[in-house]
Each structure stands twice: as C-alpha cells, then as structure tokens.
C-alpha cells in the first residue's frame, strides 16, 4: 500500500525567519510612542494590502499582513483568507497578525475595517498577490457516536450519522475482493462491516463465538474470510471460515484446537497461515491446505497478548508484544517456507515509555496493530519501500517506524496531552484514548485508527479529502 502525499515538513529556517519577523513586529510597537503607535483608521483614506509573509502555510501558521490605514482596533478588523474568517492577533496601522484558518484553499487575502459596532463595513483592500494554501494532514471522525456520557452508549446498525458508537475495537481488514468495505473485530462486542461507500455500517454476524479477536481471508480464488476466537479451552478449536459464496453467512470450523490466540497473518506469497498462543508464548505454522500444523519459533514470552503483521513482499514479519512494550522482527526462510527466530525493532523487552528514537532506545507502551505503508520517497531511493505505523495504545497515539529502525510519533498526544477526544493537526492538536485498531485505505490515501476507548472509527487524511 502506498501512502500517495507524503507529509510535508515545513524547513526550519523559514519558521524562524516568520518568528523572527513577529518578534520584531510586537517590539517595535512597544519601543514606539503611544502617538506613533496609534496609527487610527481614517475614514478618508482607503486600506491597503500590500504584503503577507509567508507566502505560504497551512491551517495554524502564523501569518503577517503587511498595508496601510489597518487602524489599531482589533474588534474592527475583520481578515478572510481563502473565504474563510481569520482570527486576528494583533493589528497596529500598516501591519495585522493572524492565524491562517482552516480550508483557505483559495488563498485570496482581504482586510476590512469595520464600524465602531463591529458590523458594517468602512472599507476594504485586498492583496494582488495569492496565498498558497498546503493542505495537510489532520484528525478527524469517519463513523460512530462520540457520548461523553457513557451511559447514552448506543450499539446499532445505521447509516454513518445515526450508527452508536463501536465498544472493543480491536483489528481492521480491508475486504481484499473489495475496497470499500473495512471488517473490523471487536473482541466481545460485535463485530461490523464498515461499507466506505454506502456509508452504512452494519453488524457481520458470528454466531456462537466469543471474542473475535482478528479478521483475516483466504489466499485462494475465492478469498473466504477466516476469524479467529481468543477463547481460554484447551479443547475448543479457533479458527472458523466464512464463505464468499454465502455471502459471509455460513461458516466452517478449521479442525485446529487453540488457545490465547490475540493474533494471526497469512504469508502473502506461500499462503500458510501464522498465528499467535497467548499461555504457550508460541508462533505456530498452519498449512490451510494439509492441515498440517507446527511451530514456527517460540516468543521470548508466554502469557502475553502477540500480535503478527507480514511485510507485503512476504520478506518478514513483525511481532509485536502488547504488554512487553516492544516489536520484534522474524525474517522469512523462503527454503524452509517458514519464519525464523525474532529479534527486536522497537522498545526494549518489559519497558514501558513514551521515547522517539532508533530501535531499542524507543519506548513504547501497549503498542497493538500496524500495517506497512509504501513511502514514495523510499521507492526513489531504492531499498524496502515501506514504513510501519502501529497504534500505541497506553501512550494514546499514532506512531510510525522506518525500514532502518527509527521510531516516532505520527498522530496524538495534542496540546502536550496525552490520552483525550480532539481533532485537528496530527500533533498539536488530536487526541486518542487507547487506539489499538489501524487500517490504510490505498483507494482513498487516508487512514483508519480504531479508537476504542472513545468507541468510535477516526480518519487522518488530507484537508477536504
């Protein structure tokens, strides 16, 4: 899966420049004389527009505008960038300060002076020149109720505006016959069907079975779904088969008992199934066509929540230890047709944190489902192509680690929080509360974070997409 735009990252040189640009500006109006810093409107004179720096930002940044006859009123400013109002700072004669709003895709700059009411226009100027207005990357809700009263909790079949709201959210899966279509489990709770098209959700129904705790499909012609039942029998067998010709309403039971298991992956090229036990701390091999079924290596723990996500090119997996902190790696022996031993990515065994940093310096906590993203700046430069977003669930955030081991905070933690319900810039502003679910949609360029303990389906995607 390829992630289309990548982020843009503003240079820091030209943020200090702007920084630089705002100090002056507020200095020198305290270094100036109360008459010179008057500088009140007059009626006779038109308003001028004659510069803005940057000349070009995003939802946030801080923006000059630079004319003539402004006066020093901020309650008769009125500033529209792209059509939409701005929130002005400051405003001192022949200069304003505001903050670029959100959706100013047009770019057009225009100061209006308002009546002492604040209502009527007295005049107005508009600059030649167009912002140019990057759309970036934010949070916010695709699906589901957000109650702040958890008691109004609601759980039904709708249309996305009249839907409840999702409780255990757990693993997201794209239906690979079609991509409008997201599965998700949600351990006991239901699980759904999110159409993407129809904006509908409805319930997909699993009768007799417990905790769903993944979704997963057969690599045959028919691609029959496979979910898994995290139940705690040594008897019980887990996996069962929904077929694509029953319209997902029939299943079979894969004669296979096991316990504990939190996860489960087919190799994209050979086609076995890997899947994770929780008491036995083991990765086991299950071959879908023999029946045939082995161990494929032992995890460094037992009684631990694993999680398994293989690399599309079927090079290696990740495996990731919920309640350890950390992510291993197990590489794929195409001889053997078989995963190897792990070793670890990302977080150190046991230690809980909130670090950025390269491999085991990282620090995570909780960190639960991932998925690989194609970065087209990666394919340029030759080499693995992808990086791997993962939610982390007890730090509350979105967090990314590259093909070379470094990791870092994508998405949460707004406004130097940590767990919350907000939306908005991908750092400064959203908030998660325990996400464990993730899924990219490649048709769309966004992606879906299951918020679980907010029970509702987020969306960080582009401005207007």
């Given at each position: 899966?390829e992630?289309?735009?990548k982020?843009?990252?503003?240079?820091?040189?030209i943020?200090?420049?702007l920084?630089a640009?705002?100090?002056?500006?507020?200095v020198?109006c305290?270094?100036k004389?109360?008459d010179?810093?008057a500088?009140?409107?007059?009626?006779?004179?038109?308003?001028?527009?004659?510069?803005f720096?940057?000349?070009e930002?995003?939802?946030g940044?801080?923006?000059?505008v630079?004319?003539?006859?402004f006066?020093?009123?901020?309650?008769?400013?009125k500033v529209?960038?792209?059509?939409?109002?701005?929130k002005?700072?400051?405003?001192?004669?022949?200069?304003?300060?505001?903050i670029?709003?959100?959706?100013?895709?047009?770019?057009?700059?225009k100061v209006?002076?308002?009546d002492?009411?604040g209502e009527?226009?007295?005049a107005?100027?508009?600059a030649?020149?167009m912002?140019?207005?990057?759309?970036?990357?934010?949070?916010?809700?695709l699906?589901g109720t957000?109650?702040?009263?958890?008691?109004?909790?609601?759980?039904?079949?709708?249309?996305?505006?009249?839907?409840?709201?999702?409780?255990?959210?757990?693993?997201?899966t794209f239906?690979?016959?079609n991509?409008?279509?997201?599965?998700?489990?949600?351990?006991?709770?239901?699980?759904?069907?999110?159409d993407?098209?129809?904006r509908y959700?409805?319930?997909f129904?699993?009768?007799?079975?417990?905790?769903?705790s993944?979704?997963?499909?057969?690599?045959?012609?028919?691609?029959?779904?496979?979910?898994?039942?995290?139940?705690?029998?040594?008897?019980?067998?887990?996996?069962?088969?929904?077929?694509r010709?029953?319209?997902?309403?029939?299943?079979?039971v894969?004669?296979?008992?096991?316990?504990g298991?939190?996860?489960?992956?087919i190799?994209?090229?050979?086609g076995?199934?890997?899947?994770?036990?929780?008491?036995?701390?083991?990765?086991?091999?299950?071959?879908?066509?023999?029946g045939?079924?082995?161990?494929?290596?032992?995890n460094?723990?037992?009684a631990?929540?694993?999680y398994?996500?293989?690399?599309?090119?079927?090079?290696?997996?990740?495996?990731t230890?919920?309640?350890?902190?950390?992510?291993?790696?197990?590489?794929?022996?195409?001889?053997?047709?078989?995963?190897k031993?792990?070793?670890?990515?990302?977080?150190?065994?046991?230690?809980?944190g909130w670090?950025?940093?390269?491999?085991?310096n990282?620090?995570?906590?909780?960190?639960?489902?991932?998925?690989?993203?194609?970065n087209?700046?990666?394919?340029?430069?030759?080499?693995?192509?992808?990086?791997?977003y993962f939610?982390?669930?007890?730090?509350?955030?979105?967090?990314?680690?590259?093909?070379?081991?470094?990791?870092?905070?994508?998405?949460?933690?707004g406004n130097?929080?940590?767990s919350?319900?907000?939306n908005?810039?991908l750092r400064?502003?959203?908030?998660?509360k325990?996400?464990?679910?993730?899924?990219?949609?490649?048709?769309?360029d966004?992606f879906?974070?299951?918020?679980?303990?907010?029970w509702?389906?987020?969306?960080i995607a582009l401005e207007?997409?």
């Amino acid at each position: 899966m390829e992630m289309k735009n990548k982020i843009k990252i503003r240079p820091w040189p030209i943020q200090g420049i702007l920084v630089a640009l705002i100090t002056i500006f507020f200095v020198q109006c305290k270094e100036k004389s109360t008459d010179e810093l008057a500088s009140v409107f007059d009626p006779s004179k038109p308003v001028s527009v004659t510069d803005f720096l940057p000349k070009e930002g995003g939802a946030g940044s801080n923006l000059v505008v630079y004319g003539d006859n402004f006066g020093n009123d901020i309650s008769r400013i009125k500033v529209i960038i792209g059509g939409k109002i701005t929130k002005v700072i400051s405003v001192k004669g022949n200069a304003l300060y505001c903050i670029v709003p959100a959706q100013a895709y047009d770019g057009d700059i225009k100061v209006s002076v308002l009546d002492e009411a604040g209502e009527d226009e007295l005049a107005f100027g508009e600059a030649v020149e167009m912002f140019t207005y990057e759309r970036k990357w934010i949070v916010t809700d695709l699906v589901g109720t957000y109650y702040e009263v958890g008691s109004m909790f609601e759980e039904k079949e709708g249309p996305f505006g009249d839907c409840g709201a999702f409780k255990e959210i757990n693993w997201f899966t794209f239906d690979p016959k079609n991509p409008n279509r997201m599965y998700f489990a949600a351990e006991n709770s239901a699980a759904r069907i999110v159409d993407l098209e129809q904006r509908y959700v409805s319930y997909f129904r699993t009768p007799g079975l417990g905790r769903k705790s993944v979704i997963l499909w057969k690599p045959d012609g028919d691609q029959d779904l496979i979910t898994a039942e995290n139940h705690a029998s040594d008897t019980r067998n887990a996996f069962h088969i929904y077929s694509r010709s029953s319209n997902f309403q029939s299943s079979q039971v894969i004669n296979r008992v096991a316990r504990g298991v939190n996860g489960a992956a087919i190799h994209p090229v050979n086609g076995e199934m890997y899947y994770t036990l929780f008491r036995a701390g083991e990765i086991r091999r299950h071959d879908l066509t023999t029946g045939t079924d082995e161990l494929a290596f032992a995890n460094p723990f037992s009684a631990v929540a694993i999680y398994i996500v293989i690399h599309p090119s079927g090079d290696y997996a990740y495996i990731t230890n919920s309640e350890r902190h950390y992510i291993l790696r197990s590489d794929y022996d195409y001889g053997r047709k078989t995963f190897k031993a792990p070793y670890p990515v990302a977080g150190t065994a046991s230690t809980s944190g909130w670090v950025d940093g390269v491999g085991t310096n990282a620090r995570l906590n909780r960190p639960m489902q991932g998925v690989f993203v194609k970065n087209p700046v990666y394919e340029e430069q030759g080499g693995d192509p992808y990086d791997y977003y993962f939610c982390d669930r007890d730090n509350h955030c979105v967090r990314t680690v590259t093909p070379q081991g470094r990791v870092s905070t994508f998405a949460g933690r707004g406004n130097n929080g940590t767990s919350g319900y907000s939306n908005g810039d991908l750092r400064l502003e959203a908030r998660f509360k325990g996400p464990r679910a993730i899924a990219y949609d490649e048709t769309r360029d966004c992606f879906y974070i299951g918020d679980t303990d907010n029970w509702i389906i987020r969306k960080i995607a582009l401005e207007g997409e």
